[in-house]
Protein backbone atom coordinates (compact mmCIF):
# COMPACT_ATOMS: atom_id res chain seq x y z
CA UNK A 1 0.00 0.00 0.00
CA UNK A 2 0.94 3.55 0.14
CA UNK A 3 1.55 6.19 2.72
CA UNK A 4 2.61 9.14 3.53
CA UNK A 5 5.64 9.75 5.64
CA UNK A 6 6.96 12.84 7.52
CA UNK A 7 8.49 13.69 3.86
CA UNK A 8 8.96 10.78 1.76
CA UNK A 9 5.79 8.94 0.76
CA UNK A 10 6.51 5.37 0.47
CA UNK A 11 5.14 2.73 -1.86
CA UNK A 12 5.49 -0.91 -0.82
CA UNK A 13 4.65 -3.70 -3.29
CA UNK A 14 5.57 -7.32 -4.08
CA UNK A 15 8.23 -8.88 -6.31
CA UNK A 16 6.59 -8.97 -9.70
CA UNK A 17 4.17 -6.51 -9.26
CA UNK A 18 3.56 -3.56 -11.15
CA UNK A 19 4.05 -0.20 -9.70
CA UNK A 20 2.68 2.81 -9.91
CA UNK A 21 4.05 6.31 -8.71
CA UNK A 22 2.56 9.80 -8.99
CA UNK A 23 3.40 13.25 -9.18
CA UNK A 24 1.78 16.28 -9.19
CA UNK A 25 3.80 19.19 -10.55
CA UNK A 26 3.24 22.82 -10.51
CA UNK A 27 4.13 24.43 -13.55
CA UNK A 28 1.60 24.61 -16.31
CA UNK A 29 4.13 25.98 -18.86
CA UNK A 30 6.54 22.75 -18.00
CA UNK A 31 6.97 21.63 -21.01
CA UNK A 32 9.28 18.75 -20.38
CA UNK A 33 10.06 15.99 -17.60
CA UNK A 34 12.14 13.47 -16.54
CA UNK A 35 11.91 10.95 -14.51
CA UNK A 36 15.12 9.93 -12.22
CA UNK A 37 15.62 6.99 -9.61
CA UNK A 38 18.03 7.39 -6.51
CA UNK A 39 19.39 5.12 -4.36
CA UNK A 40 20.28 5.09 -1.22
CA UNK A 41 23.61 7.55 -0.93
CA UNK A 42 24.22 7.93 -5.28
CA UNK A 43 23.14 10.16 -7.50
CA UNK A 44 20.03 10.50 -9.03
CA UNK A 45 19.70 7.74 -12.50
CA UNK A 46 17.80 8.59 -15.67
CA UNK A 47 15.06 6.67 -15.76
CA UNK A 48 12.76 8.12 -19.08
CA UNK A 49 11.56 11.41 -19.86
CA UNK A 50 8.71 12.76 -21.86
CA UNK A 51 7.89 15.65 -23.63
CA UNK A 52 4.43 17.63 -23.35
CA UNK A 53 3.28 16.93 -26.56
CA UNK A 54 3.05 13.14 -25.65
CA UNK A 55 0.58 11.52 -23.40
CA UNK A 56 2.65 8.28 -22.78
CA UNK A 57 6.27 7.16 -23.66
CA UNK A 58 7.33 3.24 -23.40
CA UNK A 59 10.85 2.42 -22.03
CA UNK A 60 11.92 -1.05 -21.01
CA UNK A 61 9.79 -2.11 -18.00
CA UNK A 62 8.87 1.33 -17.51
CA UNK A 63 5.84 3.44 -18.93
CA UNK A 64 5.36 7.01 -18.46
CA UNK A 65 1.98 8.74 -18.82
CA UNK A 66 1.78 12.71 -18.99
CA UNK A 67 -1.78 14.23 -18.13
CA UNK A 68 -1.69 18.15 -18.46
CA UNK A 69 -5.08 18.65 -18.04
CA UNK A 70 -4.65 17.60 -14.52
CA UNK A 71 -1.00 18.33 -14.16
CA UNK A 72 -0.08 14.71 -13.39
CA UNK A 73 2.41 12.44 -14.06
CA UNK A 74 2.64 8.84 -13.99
CA UNK A 75 5.55 6.35 -13.73
CA UNK A 76 4.48 2.29 -14.33
CA UNK A 77 7.10 -0.12 -13.72
CA UNK A 78 6.56 -3.79 -14.63
CA UNK A 79 7.01 -6.77 -12.78
CA UNK A 80 8.75 -4.50 -10.16
CA UNK A 81 11.90 -6.17 -8.96
CA UNK A 82 14.14 -5.62 -5.62
CA UNK A 83 16.41 -3.49 -7.25
CA UNK A 84 13.93 -1.42 -8.53
CA UNK A 85 13.77 -0.31 -4.63
CA UNK A 86 14.74 3.20 -4.25
CA UNK A 87 13.56 6.94 -4.48
CA UNK A 88 11.90 8.20 -7.52
CA UNK A 89 11.59 11.74 -8.37
CA UNK A 90 9.86 13.61 -11.46
CA UNK A 91 11.49 16.34 -12.53
CA UNK A 92 10.04 19.16 -14.53
CA UNK A 93 11.79 21.97 -16.85
CA UNK A 94 9.86 25.02 -16.93
CA UNK A 95 11.90 27.06 -19.13
CA UNK A 96 12.02 25.75 -22.38
CA UNK A 97 15.97 26.88 -23.76
CA UNK A 98 17.52 26.27 -20.42
CA UNK A 99 18.10 23.36 -18.15
CA UNK A 100 17.09 24.10 -15.07
CA UNK A 101 15.03 21.15 -13.63
CA UNK A 102 12.16 21.54 -10.29
CA UNK A 103 12.49 18.22 -8.47
CA UNK A 104 9.03 16.73 -6.57
CA UNK A 105 9.30 15.46 -3.32
CA UNK A 106 9.86 11.83 -4.34
CA UNK A 107 8.41 8.52 -3.39
CA UNK A 108 10.30 5.24 -2.13
CA UNK A 109 9.79 2.27 -3.65
CA UNK A 110 10.40 -0.75 -1.44
CA UNK A 111 9.92 -3.84 -3.18
CA UNK A 112 10.01 -7.16 -0.87
CA UNK A 113 10.57 -10.48 -2.57
CA UNK B 1 28.79 7.91 -22.10
CA UNK B 2 27.95 11.09 -20.32
CA UNK B 3 29.48 10.12 -16.90
CA UNK B 4 30.32 12.91 -14.01
CA UNK B 5 32.15 12.51 -10.90
CA UNK B 6 32.66 13.78 -7.85
CA UNK B 7 35.52 13.99 -5.28
CA UNK B 8 35.50 12.91 -2.48
CA UNK B 9 32.55 10.76 -2.02
CA UNK B 10 32.56 11.68 1.52
CA UNK B 11 34.36 13.76 3.89
CA UNK B 12 34.70 15.06 7.85
CA UNK B 13 35.87 18.68 9.04
CA UNK B 14 36.07 20.42 11.77
CA UNK B 15 33.59 23.39 12.04
CA UNK B 16 35.13 26.56 10.80
CA UNK B 17 37.13 24.97 7.87
CA UNK B 18 36.62 24.91 4.29
CA UNK B 19 35.96 22.31 2.07
CA UNK B 20 36.25 21.66 -1.66
CA UNK B 21 33.93 19.33 -3.71
CA UNK B 22 34.83 18.56 -7.41
CA UNK B 23 32.87 18.06 -10.19
CA UNK B 24 33.97 16.52 -13.38
CA UNK B 25 32.37 15.23 -16.64
CA UNK B 26 34.24 12.70 -17.62
CA UNK B 27 33.77 12.23 -21.64
CA UNK B 28 31.96 15.22 -22.69
CA UNK B 29 32.14 19.13 -22.29
CA UNK B 30 29.33 20.09 -20.15
CA UNK B 31 28.08 23.84 -21.29
CA UNK B 32 26.25 24.11 -17.56
CA UNK B 33 27.02 22.81 -14.19
CA UNK B 34 24.30 22.78 -11.16
CA UNK B 35 25.03 21.66 -7.47
CA UNK B 36 22.04 20.51 -5.43
CA UNK B 37 22.14 19.92 -2.10
CA UNK B 38 19.69 17.06 -0.31
CA UNK B 39 19.10 16.29 3.44
CA UNK B 40 17.83 12.98 4.23
CA UNK B 41 14.36 11.99 3.09
CA UNK B 42 14.00 14.75 1.41
CA UNK B 43 14.21 15.78 -2.68
CA UNK B 44 17.43 17.76 -4.23
CA UNK B 45 17.24 21.21 -3.96
CA UNK B 46 19.22 23.80 -6.40
CA UNK B 47 21.71 25.75 -5.33
CA UNK B 48 23.19 27.10 -8.26
CA UNK B 49 23.90 27.05 -11.91
CA UNK B 50 27.36 27.80 -13.57
CA UNK B 51 28.22 28.15 -17.09
CA UNK B 52 32.29 27.77 -17.89
CA UNK B 53 34.02 31.11 -17.58
CA UNK B 54 31.12 32.92 -15.80
CA UNK B 55 29.56 33.97 -12.16
CA UNK B 56 27.48 31.32 -10.66
CA UNK B 57 23.93 31.96 -10.55
CA UNK B 58 22.56 31.58 -7.28
CA UNK B 59 18.88 30.46 -5.87
CA UNK B 60 17.03 32.38 -3.61
CA UNK B 61 18.51 32.05 -0.21
CA UNK B 62 21.32 30.49 -0.83
CA UNK B 63 24.80 32.22 -0.09
CA UNK B 64 27.46 33.05 -2.20
CA UNK B 65 29.65 33.63 -0.34
CA UNK B 66 29.61 30.55 1.59
CA UNK B 67 29.08 28.62 -1.23
CA UNK B 68 31.77 29.44 -3.66
CA UNK B 69 31.78 28.11 -7.27
CA UNK B 70 34.04 27.50 -9.45
CA UNK B 71 33.77 26.78 -13.26
CA UNK B 72 37.16 26.42 -14.64
CA UNK B 73 36.41 24.82 -17.72
CA UNK B 74 33.72 22.45 -19.32
CA UNK B 75 34.67 19.67 -17.62
CA UNK B 76 35.14 20.92 -13.97
CA UNK B 77 33.27 23.31 -11.30
CA UNK B 78 33.96 22.62 -8.22
CA UNK B 79 31.71 23.53 -4.87
CA UNK B 80 33.83 25.35 -1.58
CA UNK B 81 31.97 25.28 1.42
CA UNK B 82 33.68 28.39 3.59
CA UNK B 83 33.57 28.04 7.38
CA UNK B 84 31.87 24.77 7.43
CA UNK B 85 29.13 24.42 10.13
CA UNK B 86 27.13 21.45 11.30
CA UNK B 87 24.34 22.66 9.69
CA UNK B 88 25.86 22.62 6.60
CA UNK B 89 25.98 18.53 6.65
CA UNK B 90 24.06 17.23 3.79
CA UNK B 91 24.24 15.70 0.77
CA UNK B 92 26.06 17.39 -2.33
CA UNK B 93 25.42 16.23 -5.78
CA UNK B 94 26.52 18.10 -9.29
CA UNK B 95 24.96 17.64 -12.61
CA UNK B 96 26.58 18.60 -16.02
CA UNK B 97 24.39 19.69 -18.89
CA UNK B 98 24.96 18.56 -22.49
CA UNK B 99 21.88 19.70 -24.26
CA UNK B 100 19.96 22.29 -22.72
CA UNK B 101 17.68 19.65 -21.00
CA UNK B 102 19.37 16.29 -20.11
CA UNK B 103 21.23 16.61 -16.84
CA UNK B 104 23.74 13.94 -15.90
CA UNK B 105 24.52 13.58 -12.68
CA UNK B 106 27.00 13.10 -10.36
CA UNK B 107 27.24 10.00 -7.19
CA UNK B 108 27.16 12.58 -4.66
CA UNK B 109 29.74 13.91 -1.72
CA UNK B 110 28.47 13.39 1.50
CA UNK B 111 29.87 15.74 4.15
CA UNK B 112 29.51 15.92 7.75
CA UNK B 113 30.97 18.74 9.88
CA UNK B 114 31.50 18.26 13.27
Known amino acids: GESVGLHLPTLSVQEGDNSIINCAYSNSASDYFIWYKQESGKGPQFIIDIRSNMDKRQGQRVTVLLNKTVKHLSLQIAATQPGDSAVYFCAENAQEGYSTLTFGKGTMLLVSP | GAVVSQHPSWVICKSGTSVKIECRSLDFQATTMFWYRQFPKQSLMLMATSNEGSKATYEQGVEKDKFLINHASLTLSTLTVTSAHPEDSSFYIC??????????FGPGTRLLVL
Open chain 2, 95 to 104: SASVTQETQY
